[in-house]
C-alpha cells in the first residue's frame, strides 16, 4: 500500500511557476507508475502528466508540453511536477496518484494524495 501527500501548491500570477511535491510511504513506490492529474471547479478529473518506475517513459498532455516537467527519485520516495509559463487555465486541485499500469485513466490509478490547489491569476 502507498500513501501519497501533495505539497507546493498556491497562488502564483500567470507566467510564473511553482514546484508540486508527492511523498510517498511505503516501500513499493518503485513499482509505480506515477502521475498527476488536476480537477478545475466544475470539471472532471484530468490527466497532467505520469512517469514509469524507471523513469525511462513520460507522459504529458499537450496543454502542458513543453511547460510541465514531471521527475521523481525512488531512492525519497519523492514525485515532482515542475509547472512554468502558468497561464489561469492551469488553475486546479492537483492531486498525485500511483498506478501499475501505462494509463491515462483515472480508474486505472489505486493511490491518492488528498490533493493541493494551485491558483493562477490573470
Known amino acids: 500500500q502507498v500513501q501519497l501527500v501533495e505539497s507546493g501548491g498556491g497562488l502564483v500570477q500567470a507566467g510564473g511557476s511553482l514546484r508540486l511535491s508527492c511523498a510517498a510511504s511505503g516501500r513499493t513506490f518503485s513499482s509505480y507508475r506515477m502521475a498527476w492529474f488536476r480537477q478545475g471547479p466544475g470539471e472532471d478529473r484530468e490527466f497532467v502528466a505520469s512517469i514509469s518506475q524507471n523513469s525511462y517513459n513520460l507522459d504529458y498532455i499537450d496543454s502542458v508540453k513543453g511547460r510541465f516537467t514531471i521527475s521523481r527519485d525512488n531512492a525519497k520516495n519523492m514525485v515532482t511536477l515542475e509547472m512554468s509559463s502558468l497561464k489561469p487555465e492551469d488553475t486546479a486541485i492537483y492531486y498525485c496518484?500511483?498506478?501499475?499500469?501505462?494509463?491515462?485513466?483515472?480508474?486505472?490509478?489505486?493511490?491518492w494524495g488528498q490533493g493541493t490547489q494551485v491558483t493562477v491569476s490573470s
Open positions: 496518484a500511483a498506478s501499475g499500469s501505462i494509463t491515462r485513466r483515472s480508474s486505472a490509478y489505486s493511490y
